[in-house]
């Protein structure tokens, strides 16, 4: 269905007959809401950008979440999940898979610091399972990640991973490499079979042989073997191998080499100019955002959180009148200066922001789709940023095809890299990782061997083995969604009116109640394919 408007009534009207009265987990649902009401408000108060939301502050909230989770799980207890119809049965999975995600809120004590979650320091400790020893490795990004020492001042990773495409001089960057050092040292040691992240590997290759996660997950997600998830990994890499020159460059020169878009353009940007670009964007594709109402935590202030990401505020919903009151998304990051780089982040939260207020569907499945199709999602319209048409409309220049499109796929192949990697090792981990990133790097990336340094390590996502596959195959599915909606309802890389409406029809309102093959094969009424990227990597050429 494309027309917007005939859409958008047959979606009222479908939410008005789910949510009667005498549904079968119409009770639970409500209950569902008002935990997922404390659980959003308490998130967000945790962050400290607000004293209190909803009238309440975050005492008060947190009490909320534990009282109203204990109510939910009591409800749930009742249940016979045999006896529901199965549309029933999808939406009680549904409650269950995102109330596993959170997890049980920590008692009263445990939150007073009780029972500390894995430090850094922890990261020795053979009893740690592989959760404990996950959430060691992730705090040493922040313990040492957050306090690089560089030339005589202390910097965080991501400003040095931004850094790393800007120094002019080689000598810098390779200074800037080794400032990284101690937190490779904490991560892997020297390298050796039992070094943390080494045991870390083969404690996530056991979770995922029990639990189908991981990259096995992802696979599952769009209907394929982890086998065919390689092969694609493979032809992607070997595509971007095939499209750039054949000369060696060191680990610390290659983001400088993809980075000439981002300081070609960096005096289009001054100061906030990001921001204001953002909005225009997605004003000209139908978004408005303010009306959204979507809250932005994006000013420097002490405590902000050093990751950029998007959440739910308060979860969209009827009302008692039968009318819609749409989710409130977040988005929280460091948006005040930066160039293209920083714009194509922002987008793509803002990507988020829009795909979370699109949700329309009962409380079961007002939540996220799946990860892969979350982040792929995301990116339809953050690599517009890169495009002559989006450069020439917002910034009135644009750059050669070759050296934008090598800015946006510089960066995404890495992600692509980092997803072989950890599918490799996560299949054999007894595998060396410094070995391996080194020949997956030397073959495809054209980057000099240096198998004694772990220089895979500086993304946090390492430190959940298997989880970058959401990153590098999601670019398949970018591609496949941006051309699908060009075909649709023409370009939008420079705006299109008509993109919200079409988006939310064809994607977003179903939340969770899809999954991204489903999305996909309807999208595309063909299984999905590496195909569109692989074409997109070949206009480098
Ligand atoms: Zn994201």
Redesign the pocket.
Known sequence: MKAGIVGCALVVASVAAFAADNAPLAATEQLFLEFLDARDASAYLETGHADEWDGARLDTWNERLRARHQVLAANLATLDAAALPPSEQAALAAIRVTLADFGAPEPAAAAEGARAAPRCNDRHDRALDYGGLSAALEDCFREIGNKLQFERRTIDRGNALGLWSDLEEPARRKALADSFQPLWTALNGNNEPDSPYRRLVRLAAAEEKTNGSGVTAAARAIGVTVDDVEQWLVQILAAWRDANPPELIEPWDYRYAMGEANRRLAPSFPPGAIITLNDRFYRDLGVDLAALGVVYDIKDRPGQSPLAYCDFLRRGRLTGTGAWQQTIARVVGRYEEGGLGSLNELV?ENG?ATHISGIRNRPAFTDWTDTLFT?AF?DVTSWSVYEPAWQKKYLGTALPLEVSLRGLYGAAMLDVAWSLFELRLLRDPALDPNALWTEITREYLRIKPHPELAWWAVRVQLASPGYMVNYGLGSVLTAEMRRATVAAIGPFDAGNPRWHDWTREQLLRYGSEKSAKQLMDTLLGRPLSPAALLAEISRIR
């Open positions: 793509h988020h982040e995301a």
